[in-house]
T-cell receptor, first 113, second 112 residues
């Protein structure tokens, strides 16, 4: 379980502020993902990355920015936080090729006030 | 893109009864279908998955069935126990694809 970790676990920020959520994995997995979880919507994909320096949009990318300069890190930045971005954010990773299981981090609960 | 619908949104069963959760998907190219369990305040964890070349898979009290023609798959839990209470998510993904698309989730309550 310690293979993929998120920080912080909880964050309260004000509308308009920039905030960055961190995700770190120790497995050298190729793929990394960011999901947001909201009641009634399940897990919705924000951005994903197939390898270092390769990122792509998911279902709900607006208002978010990602980068992946190193394989093990995949930070998610909210450039100007809005109340609609209040959510629980999950990072996940999986290895490449035929590998199937995605492993999730413990989540970050973000509140925008 | 892929769209996954999941029903029911909530399900209450008596301990010892069976529970069935159903999902449909839209993209015929999808051929990997995992199920995740999320306990309150915890991260989602894989409990069972199935590939398109298999019609059914079992793991103790849990089974998944897949009908590729109808584009639907189901999770079956037999002899439910209180510790089965959680949110269950189905998902669909293309083989070797990147995007795992989730259903909206089912809250399962097992009453003892």
């Amino acid at each position: 379980d310690a293979g993929i970790t998120q920080s912080p676990r909880y964050k309260i920020t004000e509308t308009g502020r920039q905030v960055t959520l961190m995700c770190h994995q120790t497995w050298s997995h190729s793929y990394m993902f960011w999901y947001r979880q909201d009641l009634g919507h399940g897990l919705r994909l924000i951005y994903y990355s197939a390898a270092a320096d390769i990122t792509d949009k998911g279902e709900v990318p607006d208002g978010y920015v990602v980068s992946r300069s190193k394989t093990e890190n995949f930070p998610l930045t909210l450039e100007s936080a809005t109340r609609s971005q209040t959510s629980v954010y999950f990072c996940a990773s999986r290895s490449g090729g035929d590998s199937t299981e995605a492993f999730f981090g413990q989540g970050t609960r973000l509140t925008v006030v | 893109g892929e769209n996954v619908e999941q029903h029911p949104s909530t399900l209450s069963v008596q301990e010892g009864d069976s529970a069935v959760i159903k999902c449909t998907y839209s993209d015929s190219a999808s051929n990997y279908f995992p199920w995740y369990k999320q306990e309150l305040g915890k991260r989602p964890q894989l409990i069972i998955d199935i590939r398109s070349n298999v019609g059914e898979k079992k793991d103790q009290r849990i089974a998944v069935t897949l009908n590729k023609t109808a584009k639907h798959f189901s999770l079956h839990i037999t002899e439910t126990q209180p510790e089965d209470s959680a949110v269950y998510f189905c998902a669909a993904r293309e083989e070797y694809g990147n995007k795992l698309v989730f259903g909206a989730g089912t809250i399962l309550r097992v009453k003892s």
